[in-house]
């Protein structure tokens, strides 16, 4: 690095003639070592965070089109909407269908568009692999059929009879080199019994109650035992994730049974429990549900949070906490706040914009690896929304073919934060440095290849309102004379001395 590598020539007290014949310091590359003097390489940061999107079928789109909505295409002048990672699904139905290798076109795109480290969720069995039991009420299960015959043959191939076994085998083989995360079932917890979930902690979640699984809690244990020795065995990098949870009771089941159909008990045959069979918890999260009398996006982005501490607490009841065992990583793989209100729950497009960015900044802050947006693009034109849901997305309701799409306030701000800070890493360091007050969040981002820091500040909102205003003046310490700021959309204004917050975050790079 420039600092250093003058540091050293300084070390030997080189004459200024023999530091031009070895071109070691510039004038150009020592006006760069006094902008960085006071930045110190960091040394403990976290990985790059992916600023994620989910997927999903729009009629007229392809896979690839809509990556290159959401990741951008310059070829095409598409400027995207701040996405680096994908969140596609490879059902098992789709898959047996069309073969294993249909979306290797797609994923190699994706790869050239700059998307990486996609999460790809195991799910949706063909009929012909689908378990016929009926656990309760006449409610067939949902999951595969022979989860309990051996996962490997004698030899060391998979055993094609176990029909999980083997497409996962064959989806990691293919798509290994694309994805980092392995999702196991989306959203296995699903329920319509929420008063069900509140007893999880101590008896397991009934079928009947698991609107999307309609299987006992070992038959998901054993799924995430069989994903975890095929992703180990095929793709060293991979991380096997629980799929989607809402609901800290069931992680709690996870993690007191094993994979045996006889009450989940521990013996030869099923050693270990849950815990032992994944490494990254999914999460999904969305706030408008949790906000009480405090609906703003500050709210919001503590609900994410929140989240996140309810399912590490479970987590460290099980010695999950970095000292007896490793701790788990996290992702959210689904998250949003709608853009209007329906039903009475937070919406407009400023708490949108402000929650997309806020999300982002904690998040890392939290030490949550990555974040998908829910979705690509609103379900409904946003006049004709009536749930939530229809009124989320980085773009408009695309009803038109390609690349006829018109991106929300919210995907602005999401191609910002991504854009300004998607290369960067978050610096606790830095961050404390900043000494901020309580009523200003933020924090600081550092990029390697600048060697130079962003730093993302905002006023903190309270009650059912955006507006909030604070001033804040860097400290002295960080010699921060001026600087170039950013807002939600990336328009810029030079800034001299204390700089004046609202509730919509801006990015300051000195």
Request: aromatic share 14%.
């Amino acid at each position: 690095m420039i600092k250093q590598f003058c540091l050293r020539r300084r070390a030997y007290v080189l004459s200024l003639f023999v530091l031009l014949v070895f071109g070691a310091c510039t004038k150009d590359r020592a006006r760069m070592a006094a902008k960085v003097e006071s930045i110190e390489s960091p040394t403990t940061l976290a990985e790059p965070f992916l600023y994620g999107s989910n997927m999903g079928y729009y009629q007229g789109w392809s896979d690839v089109q809509l990556a290159e909505l959401l990741i951008g295409n310059p070829e095409k002048n598409i400027a995207g909407a701040g996405v680096n990672s994908l969140r596609p699904a490879l059902y098992d139905h789709f898959v047996q269908r069309w073969g294993y290798d249909i979306r290797v076109g797609a994923f190699k795109k994706y790869q050239q568009l700059g998307g990486k480290d996609h999460t790809i969720f195991l799910n949706g069995p063909a009929d012909a692999h689908r378990d016929q039991t009926k656990y309760c009420n006449n409610v067939q299960s949902k999951t595969f059929a022979n989860l309990y015959k051996p996962i490997w043959n004698s030899d060391g191939t998979v055993n094609a009879d176990n029909y999980y076994a083997n497409y996962v085998y064959n989806v990691v083989k293919t798509y290994g080199p694309y994805a980092k995360y392995w999702e196991v079932w989306n959203e296995p917890d699903y329920t319509s019994n929420w008063r069900a979930t509140q007893t999880w902690t101590q008896t397991d979640p009934n079928p009947c109650d698991l609107s999307n699984f309609a299987a006992p809690i070992q038959s998901y244990v054993r799924m995430l035992r069989i994903t975890y020795e095929i992703v180990k065995e095929l793709d060293s990098d991979g991380l096997v994730c629980v799929g989607g949870l809402g609901y800290p009771g069931f992680l709690d089941a996870i993690l007191r049974n094993t994979d045996n159909p006889d009450g989940g008990s521990v013996n030869a045959n099923y050693p270990k429990k849950g815990g032992e069979w994944f490494d990254c918890l999914s999460y999904h999260v969305y706030p408008m549900y949790y906000l009480g009398d405090n609906p703003n996006s500050d709210a919001a982005a503590k609900a994410l949070i929140n989240h996140k501490a309810d399912f590490q607490a479970v987590l460290d009841r099980y010695s999950y906490d970095g000292t007896t065992y490793p701790k788990k990583a996290f992702i959210v793989t689904e998250s949003n706040v709608p853009r209007k209100t329906v039903d009475g729950y937070i919406g407009s497009d400023e708490i949108q914009r402000n929650y997309l960015i806020k999300a982002a900044v904690v998040a890392q802050k939290a030490g949550i690896s990555a974040l998908y947006i829910y979705g690509p693009a609103e379900s409904k034109p946003l006049a004709q929304a009536t749930s939530p849901y229809q009124a989320m997305g980085l773009y408009q309701n695309i009803s038109a073919g390609p690349y006829q799409a018109t991106i929300t306030p919210g995907g602005m701000a999401w191609r910002t934060v991504g854009t300004l800070l998607g290369s960067r890493q978050y610096d606790p360091a830095a961050t404390a440095e900043l000494q901020l007050p309580a009523n200003i969040d933020g924090g600081a981002f550092y990029s390697a290849a600048d060697e130079d820091y962003i730093y993302v500040l905002w006023a903190k909102a309270n009650g059912a309102s955006e507006d909030a205003s604070a001033e804040y003046t860097f400290p002295t310490s960080l010699s921060i004379k001026s600087a170039t700021q950013f807002d939600w959309q990336q328009k810029e204004k030079n800034v001299t001395g204390t700089v004046s917050v609202t509730g919509s975050p801006v990015f300051i790079k000195p």
